[in-house]
């Protein structure tokens, strides 16, 4: 039988604030860290009680710099904690000491309910709820125990379709009307959970993206429940999807009437499938089909760090960077330019090959063509806007002198590394903004700009990788006799491939490296 909520997904632009505010502020156990079973590039981290017990998790999709959503019909709107009724002053008192707006308390159906908002401006209340109660409260941080979160009490959802969403969740997910009061009717499960069913005509309809909330799942005993319910869905036209086997639950997906995205999930095998109790949500895990391995996911997934640890303070500068820092750091310092469609954390891989204990710093290119990243606009596949190169070069100069700043970068021992329309970047600005780069790997490059200004290049050390079957390969020894001819001292080197990359450029750059560590 489907008994209450197993779970609420919901997706973060930031990943350390995210952590900051439900393991710190809201004191909640993190549970589990994963790479997306849809996506492995896309961390996904889980909260709960001490236990990850069913029915206490709220979960996040890491969108890092995503793009933000809008809450609107077809979704759920907010998310509500269970806490102890008598905890709300100290809720109200802690919200204020971190300086976080909260409204309330206010009176919800005969409850008391403090209403904040968290760092992607998603609704969280805390609802006191005497019977709403965790087997396994969690004590592990700063939180007295007695005002500890419980667990999940309810959602809200967005409906144009009122009574055919309730009746869906009636009808499948075990739930029954409570109450009603104006546009809201509250459906209460035997778990004890709500799920407020909100007239949300006249509104506008939801959009996905950073700051909204995915789905809501329902908590089942067993697969059968699963093939039972699923079965019941199809006969309803509901079109529930396969079922999937995610770990730690297995579950199958289907939209109420509203547009609502609904899951349902077994109760076991549970968090501790593959952690013990006492080390929940200390390692990373990837799901068993994911084509990138797990060293490399560490790479390209966010990192972060849990409240009261060192982390990194991001700075809002002009460009989206994400730093990777390695366990054991040697102080050096690679900054990544992507190629056409990558992003920053495209090159992170390669480059942890390079040079394992570097720290990877790596940049996201402003301009866009059909939506995926580059770094100056290309008119022709061999011509580019000249205006938009002088000013992208400009603005990632000014983004360099501020990373320098705020995060106390030596700029005569940062290796740049730019890949294809990011190395035809780096190159350019070599002309145009002479004395920032003085040490650069160029892969797969070619001169851009139509005219080149004057620069003294001495002392800038340079490596040209270049493919021997790319089309663009024939610049390359263009590019190298004009920085050559300014005075720049380039070494280079072809491989036997074309324009993509690959392990053969590994040893190539670590050579070179080596040679100029001498």
Known sequence: MVSGIHHVTAITRKVQANVDFYAGFLGMRLVKQTAGYEDAMQLHLLYGDAAGTPGSLVTFLVWEDGAPGRAGFGQISE????????????????????????????????????????????????VGAKNVTSPAAWDGASIPVEHAVQRVRGATMLTEKPEESRGFLESHFGYRFQANRGTIDRLVSQSGDIIDVRDARGFWSGAPGTGTIDHVAFRAPDAETLLS??????????????????????????????????????????????????????????????????????????????????????????????????????????????????NETTLMPLLNKVAPRATLLGVRGRATEEGFPRWYKRITPFSFDQND??????????????????????????????????????????????????????????????????????????????????????????????????????????????????????????????????
């Open 229 to 342: 319910v699923g079965k019941a869905l199809e006969a309803s036209n509901a079109s529930p999807t396969n079922m999937h086997d995610r770990k730690y639950f297995r579950s199958l997906y289907a939209r109420e009437p509203g547009g609502t995205l609904i899951e349902l999930a077994t109760d076991k095998p549970g968090m501790t499938v593959d952690e013990e109790h006492a080390a929940l949500g200390t390692k990373l895990f990837a799901p068993p089909d994911a084509i990138t391995n797990l060293d490399e996911l560490k790479v390209v997934l966010p990192q972060f760090s849990m409240p009261g640890q060192p982390r990194i303070n991001y700075r809002e500068l002009p460009f989206v960077h994400r730093f990777y820092t390695p366990p054991d750091p040697d102080g050096s310092v690679f900054v990544l330019l992507h190629g056409s469609g990558g």
């Open 79 to 126: 998310i509500s904690l269970a806490i102890n009724p008598a905890s709300i002053g100290y809720w109200l008192t802690r919200a204020m000491s971190y300086g976080l707006r909260s409204e309330g308390p206010a009176d919800e159906f005969g409850e008391p309910v403090l209403r904040l908002k968290d760092p992607d401006n998603i609704i969280l209340k805390l």
């Open 389 to 518: 190169i002088k000013t992208e070069a400009e603005a990632f100069a000014a983004f360099i002198e501020g990373a320098v700043k705020s995060y106390g970068l030596d700029p005569k021992k940062v290796v740049y590394v730019g890949y294809s329309n990011g190395a035809n970047l780096l190159n350019s600005l070599l002309y145009l903004h002479p004395n920032l780069v003085h040490k650069a790997v160029l892969l797969r490059s070619m001169p851009v700009l139509s005219d080149f200004p004057h620069a003294d290049l001495k002392g800038t050390d340079l490596l040209v990788i270049s493919g021997k079957t790319d089309a663009y390969g024939k610049y390359a020894s263009e590019l190298e006799d004009r920085l050559k001819s300014s005075g720049a001292t380039v070494d280079s080197d072809v491989i036997p491939g074309g324009h993509d990359l690959g392990d053969a450029d590994v040893p190539i750059i670590q050579k070179w490296l080596l040679q100029e560590s001498r």
